[in-house]
């Protein structure tokens, strides 16, 4: 099956920084979702972008569908960005999302 | 935004247990999904409906059972709670995006904390 592959596996960043998620994918992909997930354990809904480019305030992403990737951009990072970070993607002929291993971010004040 | 509800939003009961996470949602989603997942790790699909009378295992074995019998309402119950089945349960449906036509977006509820002890 299709390997989603999400890169940092953590990050600490200073608040105000920037930076720059990744997520791979093995193959063709018709969807693809970015999430974060809160301290408490909610998913949050960050973009839908099978291919193209988004941005909302200070998060963007781009998703590269021929080269089988998508970036997720956070600037000015805020404490409130802290938490894990998921790419999911769903394959032709399936309506399954398959899930990356996330990013685990922490921004300190 | 879809509306999705799940309850309880903790549960903490003993091994043997027969238990019954609730999920509902009231956007008219006709596929809903179960995930698993342990803290901070990533989400692993155990059961999904494409719809009334609809279900499929997922990637991950489960000794979980699911039902279909509404469009707004997917129960998943576990007939003899045991400790492995501690984790956190994420219930979440898919709509039908006009922008991708055939494509899905998919909303989450907010998760039951389980705790078997």
């Known amino acids: ?18 930076s720059t998620l990744r997520c791979n994918f093995s193959d063709s992909v018709n969807n693809l979702q970015w999430f974060h997930q809160n301290p408490w354990g909610q998913l949050i809904n960050l973009f839908y972008i099978p291919s193209g480019t988004k941005q909302n305030g200070r998060l963007s992403a781009t998703t590269v569908a021929t080269e089988r990737y998508s970036l997720l951009y956070i600037s000015s ?14 394959t032709s002929g399936t309506y399954k999302y398959i899930f990356g ?3 685990r971010l922490k921004v300190l004040a | 935004e879809a509306d999705i509800y799940q309850t309880p939003r903790y549960l903490v009961i003993g091994t043997g247990k027969k238990i019954t996470l609730e999920c509902s949602q009231t956007m008219g989603h006709d596929k ?3 995930y698993q997942q342990d803290p901070g790790m990533e989400l692993h699909l155990i059961h999904y409906s494409y719809g009334v009378n609809s279900t499929e295992k997922g990637d991950l074995s489960s ?3 699911v039902s279909r019998i509404r469009t707004e309402h997917f129960p998943l119950t576990l007939e003899s709670a045991r400790p492995s089945h501690t984790s956190q349960y994420l219930c979440a449906s898919s709509e039908y995006s006009r922008q991708f ?8 509820g907010p998760g039951t904390r389980l705790t078997v002890t």
């Open chain 1, 1 to 18: 099956g299709i390997q989603v592959e999400q890169s940092p596996p953590d990050l600490i960043l200073q608040e105000g920084a920037n």
């Open chain 2, 32 to 34: 809903m999904y179960w």
């Open chain 1, 101 to 103: 291993t996330g990013t």
């Open chain 1, 77 to 90: 990072s805020q404490t409130t960005d802290s938490g894990v970070y998921f790419c999911a993607v769903v």
């Open chain 2, 101 to 108: 036509r055939g494509v899905y977006e998919q909303y989450f």
């Open chain 2, 63 to 65: 000794e979980s059972t």
